[in-house]
């Protein structure tokens, strides 16, 4: 420190660069309690990427203001991202603001893209949710609020677009009260200046706060209000933010009480208040602003610094790693000179350059090289701490979920500590299941619900294809990867049209492979309805050897086990003759049939294949038993039949009361079960219900017709279910493509 001061002086270096260097040194040496991890989340187009980008330039981390429709942000790098102007991967950007070090991560805003924003809100201690001023709460605000209260998140939200004349600040907090059931605390109220321009009324200071046009944003006045009518009602606002936080906090309570009036609370109580009710979930402040005219975005760096907490302030859980290294992998990204990087919370513990880590399946991993986030660019690091995010190159089995600790006794001791200090006492098995929960390791992975199939442009491309498609799957669990042997084809299981399409085009764009896809297809499944058994005996003589197998197999319906012993007295004394290796064989070949149904090609559940009897003949090879097994099984399934099971979804529709008769009847069309419908704040309900997802193609734009677009829906994948005669056969006739 002391030589770069020195150094300013001595006029050696580009003073600039100097500074560069200083500033670097004292913003590395920050600590978790200077650190904030947040989310940003919102519905598809609420103006998430325009926000972070600003945060970028107000920082100076940026030096020009990228805009989505000119495809130059630094958040949306992936090409992708920027000719659709849609944010695909959660990327994470980092930046310096009043003295804190702010790690945002950037999340998709798509339906599709649910599981990323599910990964990343493990790495983060608080989420902004940006409201689109003109929409107010939208279906994907839903679905992302309901995630981040499931891992207990503190929220600011954040009300853009309030340039736009259509803007409607009061219906949106409305909608933060009545659709997400939450308390809206408004820090800020929009007034317009003699321009018309808006402007930002500050509760809690009492300030007009007015930015220059001029300068992009960069600078801002605060005006003390003269009295008005303007500043009066200012003053009320103020006093129903302490009443309201009184009810909450002890301190701010004490005050009141004891000086008996609100005109003695300083701004500095008021602040401590809210960010103590912030921090337990009870409220969440609302601030507004436009991030595309540049408006109000410092203010909402203030609060991410002010209200949301640091790393130290959460996670408790993992304070059993002791000095140890525990750390999240919430994504995986693919760079062309540098391979896959995997981005990590360091949650306990300091990761360093070179540092042997276990991923939680087991295997050792080494760190090669450290990197500072910043989206598509990287900084070199040597060590990261705790409460931190990194981006660590060299890691090549860990998948986007893992938990990397620094070895296996690491993490034993530390679920050992975690039981310990939570008084249970269990079996060895039962420790690991609830340690990994808690852990967040125990992922749900969504089955996919569509599937096509995806060709490479010419046979010598395959391989390439196959090695993209498998960092594509390390990156995005939910992308199912499987290969058909029937039609010799590979199919790509997923979310959705867009998640196909995406992949589709990063293949292109990432791995200059040209693939097609076939059409989109509902990904049913099949099952067997009662049991049923086999012999099969397959004789033939391959380049002069003869080969020679006997199985008899039977499938039976279980959810257990894929494979079993028939254990019965006729059967043991042959089964105990056989070899473990020859069981394996038997096994992977009976096990593989299950992946292909006999109906329409969906894979088969719920069954088991249970093995009676084998004879195999001296030098038959392992490939012709494996082959026997496959057959033996595709024999019984479709001599027997399968029923066809169909994915279902679960639909959270909350509509005003007046819209819901029609809404029930639109659903009833499209087979749905309603499990419930409930009082949602004083004028909605909530309609909770499970529909097939073949009668949901373009339902977001029915329900916006039907509802006049009052209501708004949250949809998620929730297993899959039975079907009648009828409707199997419709299914059958859509994919042989007939419907
Ligand atoms: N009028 C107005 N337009 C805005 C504002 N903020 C963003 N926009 C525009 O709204 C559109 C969507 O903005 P994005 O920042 O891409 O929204 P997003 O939430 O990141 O969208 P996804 O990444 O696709 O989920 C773009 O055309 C922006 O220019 C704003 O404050 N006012």
Redesign the pocket.
């Known amino acids: 420190m002391k030589m770069l001061k020195y150094a300013l002086h001595s006029g050696g270096m580009p003073r600039n660069r100097l500074l560069r260097q200083l500033s670097a040194h004292i913003f590395r040496r920050s600590y978790s309690s200077n650190i904030r991890n947040i989310g940003i989340l ?12 600003r945060m970028l330039f107000y920082s100076g981390k940026t030096r020009s203001l990228g ?3 000119r495809g130059n ?1 630094v ?2 790098y992936l090409t992708q ?1 920027r000719e ?5 991967c959660s990327s994470a950007v980092t930046f310096p603001w009043s003295g804190n070090r702010i790690n945002l991560l ?5 339906i599709d893209f649910t599981m990323e924003v599910e990964q990343s809100l493990y790495a983060v201690d608080g989420v902004v949710v ?1 409201l ?2 003109t929409a107010g709460v939208e279906a994907q605000t839903v679905t992302v609020w309901t995630q981040a209260d499931k891992h207990k998140l503190p929220r600011l939200a954040f009300v ?5 004349p259509d803007a409607d600040f009061d219906k949106c907090v409305n909608d933060l009260r009545t659709k997400l059931e939450t308390q809206p605390v408004c820090i800020q109220y929009p007034s317009k200046n003699q321009d018309g321009l808006l402007t930002i009324n500050d509760v809690i200071t009492l300030e007009q706060l007015t930015w220059q046009p001029k300068d992009l944003g960069r600078s801002y006045s605060k005006t003390k209000l003269e009295p008005s009518d303007d500043l009066r009602q200012l003053q009320e606002k103020r006093n129903e933010l302490i009443d309201q936080l009184s009810g909450l906090d002890d301190e701010l309570a004490d005050v009141v009480i004891s000086t008996e009036s609100f005109d003695n609370v300083s701004n500095a109580l008021i602040e401590r208040a809210l960010r103590r009710a912030t921090c337990q979930q009870k409220v969440v402040p609302v601030l507004l ?5 540049n ?1 109000g975005i410092q203010r909402l760096m203030d609060a991410v610094n002010t209200y949301l907490p640091a790393p130290e302030e959460r996670n408790q859980i993992y304070d059993c790693f002791g000095n140890e290294v525990a750390g999240k992998v919430f994504k995986i990204v693919h760079d062309k000179q540098r391979g896959p990087l995997t981005l990590v919370r360091i949650l306990r513990g300091e990761i360093k350059r070179g540092m042997r880590l276990i991923c939680s399946r087991g295997q050792a991993e080494v760190v090669s090289k450290l990197y500072e986030p910043l989206a598509d660019e990287y900084r070199e690091v040597g060590a990261v701490q705790s409460g931190d995010v990194v981006i660590c190159a060299g890691l090549k089995s860990t998948v986007t979920g893992d938990l990397l600790t620094s070895s296996q006794t690491a993490l034993r001791n530390a679920q050992k500590r975690l039981k310990q200090s939570q008084g249970t006492v269990s079996t060895d098995e039962d420790e690991e299941l609830d340690t990994d929960e808690l852990f967040g390791i125990d992922r749900q992975i969504p089955d996919a619900v569509y599937f096509c199939s995806i060709e490479p442009p010419s046979v010598s491309s395959q391989t390439a294809m196959e090695q993209a498609l498998r960092q594509l799957q390390r990156e995005d669990p939910s992308l199912r990867v499987s290969y058909d042997s029937v039609t010799g084809q590979t199919v790509l299981g997923g979310m959705g049209e867009l998640h196909m399409d995406i992949i589709k085009s990063r293949i292109l764009s990432e791995y200059k492979i040209d693939v097609d896809l076939g059409p989109l297809q509902i990904a049913y499944k099949e099952t067997i309805e009662s049991p049923s058994l086999t012999t099969l005996s397959v004789e033939k003589e391959i380049a002069g050897s003869k080969q020679n197998v006997s199985l008899t197999l039977e499938v039976v319906k279980d959810q257990g086990e894929l494979f079993s012993l028939d254990k019965s007295p006729e059967n043991l004394s042959n089964l105990n003759t056989l070899p473990p290796r020859t069981l394996q064989v038997i096994r992977k070949g009976s096990v593989s049939a299950l992946e292909r149904g006999p109906r329409v090609g969906g894979q088969v559940v719920d069954t088991q294949i249970r093995l009676h009897n084998a004879i195999i003949g001296r030098g038959t090879a392992d490939s012709f038993v494996m082959a026997t097994a496959a057959q033996c099984v595709q024999k019984l399934l479709s001599t027997s039949g399968t029923r066809l099971l169909e994915p279902i979804m679960a639909l959270q529709i909350v509509a005003p009361s007046e819209r819901i008769s029609g809404i029930m009847a639109d659903l009833s069309r499209r087979r749905a079960l309603i499990n419930d419908v409930l009082p949602k704040g004083e004028r909605n309900k909530m309609i909770l219900v499970n529909a097939p997802l073949a009668e949901l193609s373009g339902y977001s734009s029915a329900l916006r017709t039907i509802s006049s677009g009052t209501a708004s829906m949250t949809m998620q994948p929730s297993g899959f279910s039975g079907m009648n005669a009828v409707d199997e056969s419709l299914a059958e006739r859509r994919v042989q493509g007939l419907e």
């Open positions: 919102a519905h598809i187009d609420a103006g998430k990427t325009t926000t972070t980008e805009e989505v429709h942000t958040t949306d991202e659709r102007g849609i944010t695909i950037d999340t998709p805003g798509h940006v689109d001023g853009n677009k309030m340039d736009r602003g436009s991030a595309y005219k408006v």
